[in-house]
């Protein structure tokens, strides 16, 4: 039996993780309420990859058996909080047409009036919800800082990044890492055919 994970409404009404790590807290307890102990078999495609290498953490720590990660097409990055807040503050240095820094700055606006809505428990209009929700995993994915995770980590890499992905988790796997490259882009390796491929891999 396979089990999906998903986050929250923005509707006012549910509280909103801000951080990998409290967001995988939030998963962690729904995942034991459905199955209190291990093992657990756990995957998860870009941003949903970095969730699940923290619930692996924080289910180790608990003293939990995990029987497989797998990461598919998962980033990670090395951006510590100070740069990320300094980064967060100005506009990409590529953009030098005035028209085009004010539409970033209102856009930057509008996502903050928005989570000061959620805040006083108002909810965000449904048309904006994704795009909402893709700016906060975007700035917890840049302040999450990887530690070492004791067990293995299998990725499902898009074509010509899989020596990327290895260089890069390898610093954090102590267990080691299996990368497994997919004929696929990194939006499409979960569509027919490549996910039939990563599903019969695991």
């Given at each position: 039996?396979?089990?999906?994970?998903?986050p929250?409404?923005?509707?006012?009404?549910?509280?909103?993780?801000?951080?990998?790590?409290?967001?995988?807290?939030?998963?962690?307890?729904?995942?034991?309420?459905?199955q209190?102990?291990?093992?657990y078999f756990?995957a998860g495609?870009?941003?949903?990859?970095?969730?699940?290498?923290?619930?692996?953490?924080?289910?180790?720590?608990?003293?939990?058996?995990?029987?497989?990660?797998?990461?598919i097409?998962?980033?990670?990055?090395?951006?510590?909080?100070g740069?990320a807040?300094?980064?967060?503050?100005?506009?990409?240095?590529?953009?030098?047409?005035?028209?085009?820094?004010?539409?970033?700055?209102h856009?930057?606006?509008?996502?903050?009036?928005?989570?000061?809505?959620?805040?006083l428990?108002?909810?965000?209009?449904h048309d904006?919800?994704t795009?909402?929700?893709?700016?906060l995993?975007m700035?917890?994915?840049?302040?999450y800082?990887?530690?070492?995770?004791?067990?293995?980590?299998?990725?499902?890499s898009?074509?010509?990044?899989s020596?990327?992905?290895?260089?890069?988790?390898?610093?954090?796997?102590?267990?080691?890492?299996?990368v497994?490259?997919l004929?696929?882009?990194?939006?499409?390796?979960?569509?027919?055919?490549p996910?039939?491929?990563?599903?019969?891999?695991?």
């Amino acid at each position: 039996m396979v089990f999906g994970l998903q986050p929250p409404p923005l509707d006012g009404k549910h509280r909103v993780a801000r951080t990998v790590e409290t967001m995988a807290a939030d998963y962690v307890t729904e995942i034991r309420r459905v199955q209190p102990h291990g093992p657990y078999f756990i995957a998860g495609h870009s941003f949903g990859g970095l969730i699940c290498f923290e619930i692996s953490q924080q289910l180790l720590q608990q003293g939990e058996h995990v029987g497989f990660l797998g990461l598919i097409d998962t980033g990670l990055r090395n951006v510590s909080i100070g740069q990320a807040s300094d980064a967060e503050k100005r506009p990409p240095r590529y953009i030098d047409e005035l028209f085009v820094k004010l539409r970033w700055i209102h856009q930057i606006v509008l996502k903050r009036m928005y989570n000061f809505s959620l805040k006083l428990g108002h909810p965000i209009p449904h048309d904006q919800r994704t795009a909402h929700y893709d700016w906060l995993c975007m700035k917890a994915a840049i302040k999450y800082a990887a530690k070492p995770y004791a067990g293995h980590v299998t990725i499902f890499s898009s074509a010509g990044n899989s020596e990327r992905h290895r260089e890069r988790w390898s610093t954090v796997a102590r267990g080691g890492v299996s990368v497994i490259e997919l004929p696929a882009t990194h939006d499409d390796i979960i569509l027919p055919p490549p996910q039939q491929t990563t599903g019969k891999t695991s």
